[in-house]
């Protein structure tokens, strides 16, 4: 058989991504070993642990959106409001822009439909934009306690506790609960998606990884990069696996992936059938592309500017859907070719820098009038603290990687935290996207934390330099892009 024994391995290997420089006794050394002890049901004072932390992120997020709102919308969220209104009214997934025409394609599916579930129910006018606020506010209140039992999976329920209070206090997990953005669904199906992973790497289980699948694959339906998740997921077990398990580790990671890909297909088969072309999930991948590598001349670290402004007004004035996908691809295409041979250094500080500041969408949404003339006390404090949150929760989190050595668990961090970023550098970047991945800092954070002053004991040679590069980059690229742009990047 194929498929392992459910019970853990005596001596599991006690192998990471960034290999050990010496044994480290402080910590169990397998993964399998150090978690197969929480397999049985929860303690009722664990179940009033997690409660609590439901009514503290409750309450914060509904106090914030009640007492600052209306809150207009802005650019993408018009998009989905736009398309759960179509859905709603049984048009189906279709945006009409006002000088593009319209889309059938353009985004992922899952968030405009489920936002359509919240719509007015005759269908006939648009939905008062407070409706799907107010299901956000649901989506960021369940991610806390996902954040809460993925801590307790990959550490102790102390740390999962402490998790979820950091992301019940986060700013910025605050502010995208009433946001229209896709981010806060995409965090809530990643995170039930990497709880399923620890599961699977605990105890390998078919209908786990099955299951574990579908949610990736639901993942996908809201944005595309859930896929690369899903693989780096397969190779984190892989990592995992002792050398007699290797072949089922990565029969279980393609099966992961093959069920993820195969969640996704009837709707790339729509598009197919509604486009009469193969464009995946959706065609807004080589737009993001386009938009990411329109390097400014001579200020190429600037995030807009003539460049990129004339790719949109090129963009934004095709009607056809094909066509706009074409133009994006061969605009990304050719602009990279353009900037050789210093193309990945200019991106690496442009799009690293986007991504560490310490900017927020708060921000944006403030200075276009989003909270209104005067914004309310909440989306001032939101905005007041939601740079130094970040910094803080960044520097800590870089340690409590760099120091959960044992059982795989600084692996699957790298693994995929690195995926993600590189993403993000040969693609687009901005502040925002790295919202959906705030919870396992916010873990990571945690562990840092209680190890306290035992992180320099629990640090080896290779977690020191990890950690010292990360802070570097926050520190020495982040904050002074940040300040460098005015504050507004």
Not at 146 to 165: C, I, K
Not at 174 to 197: D, K, N, Y
Not at 284 to 290: D, M, Y
């Amino acid at each position: 058989m194929w498929w392992p024994a459910s019970s853990p391995r005596p001596n599991p290997r006690p192998k990471t991504f960034w290999p050990q420089s010496k044994p480290h006794s402080a910590e169990p050394t397998g993964f399998a070993r150090t978690m197969v002890r929480r397999t049985g049901a929860a303690h009722p004072s664990t179940l009033a642990l997690l409660a609590g932390l439901l009514i503290i992120a409750g309450g914060l997020r509904w106090l914030a959106f009640e007492t600052a709102r209306p809150v207009a919308t802005l650019g993408d969220e018009n998009y989905y409001a736009q398309v759960a209104d179509s859905i709603a009214r049984g048009d189906g997934h279709i945006y009409i822009g006002k000088f593009e025409g319209a889309s059938r394609a353009w985004r992922p599916p899952a968030h405009a439909w489920l936002l359509s579930l919240a719509a007015a129910p005759d269908g006939a006018a648009n939905t008062p934009v407070v409706r799907f606020q107010r299901l956000q506010i649901l989506w960021g209140t369940l991610l806390v306690l996902l954040t809460a039992l993925l801590g307790r999976a990959l550490f102790d329920l102390r740390t999962g506790v402490l998790a979820g209070l950091l992301a019940a206090l986060c700013p910025a997990l605050i502010a995208h609960s009433h946001f229209l953005w896709s981010e806060t669904l995409f965090a809530v199906l990643v995170m039930t998606g990497l709880l399923g992973v620890v599961s699977v790497a605990r105890r390998p289980r078919l209908p786990i990884v099955f299951a574990t699948g579908v949610v990736f694959g639901a993942a996908a339906l809201t944005r595309e990069l859930a896929l690369l998740i899903a693989a780096a997921s397969g190779l984190w077990w892989i990592d995992l696996a002792a050398p007699a398990d290797r072949r089922a580790a990565t029969l279980r990671g393609g099966l992961l992936l093959a069920v993820a890909l195969a969640v996704t297909a009837p709707w790339v088969l729509r598009n197919y059938e509604t486009l009469g072309r193969f464009v995946g999930v959706s065609t807004v991948g080589w737009f993001a592309a386009a938009e990411g590598n329109s390097l400014e001349s001579p200020a190429w670290w600037e995030q807009r500017g003539p460049v990129q402004g004339r790719f949109h007004a090129r963009y934004f004035s095709t009607r056809d859907e094909l066509a706009r996908l074409d133009l994006a691809r061969d605009h990304a295409l050719e602009r990279v070719q353009a900037e050789q041979p210093g193309w990945i250094g200019k991106k690496l500080v442009r799009n690293l820098g986007l991504l560490l500041n310490p900017d927020s969408v708060v921000r944006t949404k403030v200075r276009n009038g989003a909270y209104g003339d005067r914004p309310a006390a909440p989306a001032r404090w939101l905005l007041a603290v939601s740079g130094p949150a970040w910094l803080a929760l960044a520097a800590t989190a870089a340690l409590g990687v760099a120091a959960a050595r044992a059982g795989g668990r600084r692996a699957l961090a790298v693994l995929l935290l690195g995926g993600v970023i590189l993403v993000h550098v040969a693609a687009n970047a901005t502040p925002r996207f790295r919202v959906p991945w705030l919870p396992l800092l916010c873990i990571y954070a945690a562990h840092a934390l209680i190890l306290g002053r035992r992180i320099p004991s629990a640090l080896d040679r290779r977690g020191a330099i990890g950690a010292a590069v990360v802070l570097a980059a926050i520190f020495g690229l982040g904050v002074p892009y940040f300040w460098m742009l005015g504050g507004r990047p």
